[in-house]
């Protein structure tokens, strides 16, 4: 459900490439290979950036009546109004892309301009990641570890970011800031919005209350006072009964515990910090009209079962390099219905496992 580039064909070529991974000084040969990706369009907004930088309105313009005459056909090339809806509608889609990205845990790790589709696609797949433990501050990406610039939780913001540039470059078709200003606030202001109505969804609320922002910040904080698995604690939230009375002793928490990497943890404070979110959330499921299953079958269509987490791809890898290519078809057939249960794929169904955290390509990657 994630907009996105697709992936058509994965061939070896039989070459070796010299790549230093760690950029250490020691480089290895890997087999080469080339991927085939598909998508209607792969203009960037860089491609806008070029022309812009050179102060070529001519080939700007050029380029802007294409996408929207191609792309973008309800608006009217070749005029100012064109050119705001344009850049209106590309900011929505890339809003709601990085919404997407939040929904299921994914980073994407070098979100340069060049690798913003103006499609509202996610494209250029390079040091990419989706969350083990819920972490606004994880990177996927060796080269982001000290600035943490493109880590999950700052993606929205490097989007809008990124918006601006993008602004920055079509002003000499629309020839005043204003209007583009005034877009952009929209979009910003929007965003959080957009995010809690997300949240919402993947917490099983139907019914919009005020307290939801509150309720989703507060489990923000929370699922950081030990370290949780994003896709298996909401994944497992949809097991709770909303008519369950939490206790001192935690069995309320049965549900969630597979989630949890040092479960010995939750005691003392740090179960009366669960007790205290899961009593506000018990109290809030109860002012839904859904039942417990409905409301089980509803989260379960934006809280994915099945991600690529790193190791798993690292372990397909190997394996592809000694000529083994069914890890790579379980993973791939399995990746197909990421929202189904799968029992047959229920050991991927799992934290990473310790070997993991610190091994190469199975917690950071790099962009060789």
Avoid at 33 to 51: L, M
Wanted: one cysteine or more.
């Amino acid at each position: 459900g994630v907009p996105t580039t697709r992936s058509l064909s994965l061939a070896l070529t039989g070459d070796e490439v010299l790549r230093d991974v760690l950029y250490d000084g020691n480089p290895a040969y890997e087999k080469g290979a080339v991927v085939c990706r598909v998508a209607p369009s792969f203009i960037r907004f860089g491609n806008f950036q070029i022309f812009a930088a050179r102060r070529d309105t001519d080939n700007l313009k050029k380029l802007a009546d294409y996408t929207i005459r191609h792309f973008f056909s309800a608006f009217k090339e070749g005029t100012k109004e064109g050119y705001l809806q344009f850049f209106q509608e590309v900011a929505q889609r890339t809003i709601d892309m990085v919404i997407h990205w939040q929904r299921v845990g994914f980073v994407h790790g070098v979100m340069n301009t060049d690798n913003m589709s103006i499609l509202g696609l996610t494209i250029d797949y390079g040091p990419y990641g989706w969350l083990e433990g819920y972490d606004p501050n994880w990177t996927p990406n060796t080269t982001d570890a000290q600035g943490r610039r493109y880590r999950f939780g700052n993606q929205a913001q490097v989007a809008l970011w990124n918006l601006v540039q993008l602004a920055n470059a079509i002003v000499p078709l629309v020839e005043e800031t204003n209007p583009l200003e005034e877009i952009l606030g929209g979009i910003s202001d929007s965003y959080q919005e957009k995010y809690v109505a997300m949240m919402r969804q993947k917490l099983g609320f139907q019914l919009e209350k005020t307290e939801d922002e509150e309720i989703v910040s507060h489990l923000e904080q929370v699922l950081q006072v030990t370290e949780t698995d994003m896709t298996i604690f909401f994944r497992n939230l949809a097991k709770i009964d909303r008519s369950a009375e939490t206790d001192e002793k935690g069995a309320f928490l049965a549900p969630l515990m597979d989630a949890f990497y040092q479960p010995e943890e939750i005691k003392g404070e740090l179960l009366k910090t669960w007790r205290v979110w899961l009593d506000r959330y018990l109290k809030r499921l109860q002012e839904e009209e859904f039942s417990d299953e409905e409301r089980s079958l509803l989260m379960n269509k934006v809280n994915p079962k099945y991600v690529l987490r790193n190791y798993m791809a690292q372990m397909a890898i190997d394996k592809a390099d000694k000529n083994d290519f069914s890890l790579l078809d379980e993973l791939h057939q399995m990746l197909k219905k990421p929202y189904e249960e799968q029992p047959e794929y229920e050991q991927w169904f799992a934290k990473r496992p310790e070997w993991a955290r610190h091994k190469v390509g199975s917690s950071m990657l790099s962009c060789s």
